[in-house]
């Protein structure tokens, strides 16, 4: 006697749905323990450890969130009906056994709230019902908020609630420093920079909605960010957080002032407190790590010293190396890790791609001890080894790269990875295993 188990894939239309079998289980077998073996490859902290939930979904699978029954449900790039992909260990073994597939709406950002799953594409954020003992949601998708500009680069839509009803939509600009020339060796920066009038920023809109526009009901929560993809609301600070992506190639386009190692470590990746109207000096600014202050882009007069008008933009709370690419940020809620872990900050890097001719780096999970809603100690190395080799050229070299962070309801981590789709857990244990 056999156990089928059913896998769901919505192929037909943007939501229709066909079912097949996943795999076969014997009959009346207790679940497995979960194996840890090599830690799904990943080097950790002291008495922590990983299993690997399913070794593969989808190349670009992006940010993940897990119900409180336990299923997982993962925002991919897609747009060929996988836009949204769920996933259910229904023996409890640790590993994924049914899986099913829905929306040819592909994207970046994934949460729920209230009842409802919400998801986002590059122009809105919309949410599926969630139906009681069912993998799939209610496969309706209603429009929470739409109206965003079209743009190539730092299109997606990231979003993280506060405790109020509000919703924080992260909207990227689509330029390295909003020069005259895109990407052009020697090119002025454009003064006013357009792009900070509907982008550059992370702007509120009520969480429950429904049929918002960017324009009409959205509120300018804080400017001069160049590309949020990790923002996470601080329930104990009462408060909103994310990490920018810095700009890039300073030596490339002005070599009379920075050389190739300093193009690689410059400029720092930002960690910031947001308060409403707040400003962090993008495209004028970028902020320097090794002199821990903001410094004036070339773009706008700047020569690697000057300040200028940088004085007056709100500095980071923390900075981490140039280029490391934050792409997901978590405040830990949950009991089973140390009491150190609590209220503090999970980040997943998804590591450099313009560092040359230096090693790429990045392609971690780093974590930030909070005390009182700010950072308590130095960042620190809780999760590396994705890349499976030393030396990374080049991005298409590392093995996985850590994308996604989610808390499950018993407090596991999981981590989403973009290269194959996997996906591990991690828990904690103070005994040997």
């Known amino acids: 006697m056999y156990k089928i188990v059913i896998n769901c894939l919505l192929t037909a239309g943007i939501f229709a749905v066909a079912c097949q079998p996943a795999s076969q289980e014997t009959a009346g077998s207790e679940p497995e323990a979960p194996v840890f073996v090599d830690n799904g490859e990943l080097e950790l902290s002291d008495g922590f450890r990983a299993t690997v939930v399913v070794d593969s979904t989808y190349k670009n699978a992006r940010h993940l969130v897990v119900?409180?029954?336990?299923?997982?449900?993962?925002?991919?790039?897609?747009?060929?009906?996988?836009?949204?992909?769920?996933?259910?260990?229904?023996?409890?073994?640790?590993?994924?056994?049914?899986?099913a597939e829905f929306s040819s709406i592909g994207g970046t950002g994934m949460d729920i709230y209230q009842g409802y799953l919400y998801a986002s594409s590059k122009t809105e954020v919309f949410r599926y019902k969630l139906k009681e003992g069912s993998l799939l949601p209610d496969t309706t998708a209603e429009v929470i908020v739409t109206g965003f500009l079209e743009q190539g680069p730092h299109s997606d839509k990231p979003f993280t609630f506060d405790d109020a009803g509000n919703i924080y939509v992260n909207v990227g600009a689509p330029s390295?420093?909003?020069?005259?020339?895109s990407r052009t060796a020697g090119s002025k920066g454009q003064d006013p920079c357009p792009q900070l009038d509907r982008q550059a920023g992370i702007w509120q809109f009520k969480a429950d909605q429904l049929g918002q526009t960017q324009e009409a009901d959205g509120h300018r929560y804080c400017t001069g960010t160049r590309n949020c993809v990790a923002l996470d609301w601080n329930h104990q600070a009462n408060s909103l957080f994310a990490l920018q992506h810095g700009r890039d190639q300073l030596s490339m386009f002005w070599p009379d002032y920075y050389d190739d190692q300093q193009s690689a470590e410059l400029p720092a990746e930002e960690f910031l407190q947001i308060n409403d109207g707040d400003d962090f000096g993008w495209p004028f600014c970028y902020y320097d790590g090794f002199k821990n202050q903001k410094v004036l882009a070339p773009e706008y007069g700047g020569n690697g010293e000057e300040i200028g008008l940088c004085e007056n933009k709100k500095d980071p709370i923390m900075a981490f190396p140039g280029h490391y690419a934050p792409n997901d940020l978590i405040f830990y809620q949950g009991d089973l890790f140390p009491e150190r872990y609590k209220n503090g900050a999970f980040i997943t890097f998804h590591g450099s791609w313009n560092r040359a001719p230096e090693p790429q780096k990045g392609y971690l999970v780093a974590f930030v001890p909070f005390a009182n809603g700010m950072p308590s100690g130095d960042w620190e190395i809780f999760a590396e080894g994705f890349t499976g080799v030393e030396t990374v050229a080049g991005p298409a070299d590392a093995k996985h790269r850590p994308m996604g962070l989610a808390e499950g309801p018993d407090g596991s981590l999981y981590i989403t990875d973009s290269v194959k789709g996997k996906i591990w857990r991690i828990t904690y244990s103070n005994t040997s295993i």
């Open 67 to 99: 119900h409180d029954n336990g299923d997982i449900y993962v925002k991919t790039r897609s747009e060929k009906g996988n836009g949204v992909l769920a996933l259910r260990d229904s023996n409890g073994d640790g590993r994924v056994d049914q899986r």
């Open 176 to 181: 390295n420093a909003c020069m005259e020339q």
